[in-house]
């Protein structure tokens, strides 16, 4: 099949250069597809709208998705395997206003050491000390930024001993040993809920996607409070403003003092080589009290070191600089 032949041309590319997300848009009386790599948007070939339909039926197709519906957003999944490696694709698909859709294709890589991910891994060893505290722990970042994936690395240390369950929407990436929940609104399991069930299962560990809303926010607050370790996203751009983020969901500054133990930040940088890498401070939440605003130093100190040990290039520091 000539699609799926070049289907398997593209992503082939896509993984050896270790592309994020790959899109298929409309563009007048064309299709393009791009690829997201190393933070930027690449052109990657321009199709007619008629090869770009045969491009989204094929995908819709392969991921369970109604080939019949070209208007209403839609979400899908499948695996693709090259050699002896599988990578899980993630597809969301929405129709534009003359019902031409635009398609996306998140693009999961297997798990490798948050080591070999990170720029100066020493990071890590702060991390795994507010971990053994138990608590919440929350990661911010740009999408896109690796957070789930730094939450994932982490947690695998402890399957051995602990029984992890995570819930997402979706879940993005597959993970054997953990327990994985995932959110479906239609059926009124949304992130509350689903906490509520996790909670009897009594695990160790609990990965919450996203605190998007008041009430999982209250939700993983108490489960932390109950004696939990647990990991979530927000949508904030420094440590500090993940503090500000809780508060502007209704928790209030003493249940943030009592069950938030860690606060991440993270960007994902090329390095030298190409090959993005995250780069990630991390603080206490009684580090921030007091500021109106982030205190960046230790980051740009970072970014300087970094530039020094020829790790990433020069014009990474301005771009960077403020997180």
């Avoid at 989204?56 to 979400?75: G, T, W």
């Avoid at 809303?213 to 489960?223: H, K």
């Avoid at 990630?280 to 921030?288: D, Y």
Wanted: neutral net charge; contains cysteine.
């Amino acid at each position: 099949m000539v699609v799926e032949n070049a289907f398997n041309d593209l992503m082939k590319e896509a993984v050896q250069k270790k592309v994020s997300d790959i899109y298929l848009l409309p563009q007048g009386d064309k299709y393009f597809i791009k690829m997201r790599w190393q933070n930027k948007i690449v052109l990657y070939k321009i199709l007619t709208i008629i090869d770009g339909h045969k491009w989204l039926n094929y995908c819709k197709f392969k991921a369970d998705m109604a080939i019949s519906e070209h208007r209403r957003p839609q979400v899908g999944a499948l695996n693709w395997y090259e050699g002896n490696h599988v990578y899980s694709l993630r597809l969301s698909t929405v129709g534009d206003f003359n019902a031409h859709e635009t398609l996306v294709i998140r693009i999961i890589y297997p798990l490798t050491s948050m080591e070999k991910s990170l720029y100066l891994p020493a990071k890590t060893d702060r991390l795994r000390k507010l971990v053994a505290q138990r608590g919440l722990i929350l990661f911010a970042g740009p999408t896109g930024s690796g957070k789930t994936t730094s939450i994932y690395q982490l947690a695998q240390e402890y399957t051995d001993t602990s029984l992890v369950m995570t819930i997402e929407d979706p879940v993005e990436i597959l993970e054997p040993r953990f327990l994985q929940l995932q959110v479906n609104d239609k059926a009124d399991m949304g992130y509350e809920e689903l906490i509520k069930v996790g909670l009897r299962h009594r695990p160790d560990i609990f990965i919450i996607g996203e605190i998007r809303d008041p009430g999982t926010a209250n939700a993983a607050i108490q489960s932390a409070l109950s004696g939990h370790l647990v990991f979530s996203t927000v949508h904030a751009q420094s440590p500090l403003g993940i503090i500000k983020r809780l508060r502007q969901l209704g928790i209030e500054p003493d249940f943030i003092t009592q069950a938030v133990t860690g606060l991440v930040y993270q960007r994902l940088i090329a390095n030298s080589d190409k090959q993005l890498k995250a780069l990630m401070v991390v603080n206490e939440p009684g580090e921030l009290y007091g500021q109106n605003k982030y205190d960046w130093r230790d980051w740009q100190q970072n970014l300087t070191k970094l530039v020094e040990q020829g790790e990433i290039d020069e014009q990474n520091i301005e771009k960077y600089w403020w997180g």
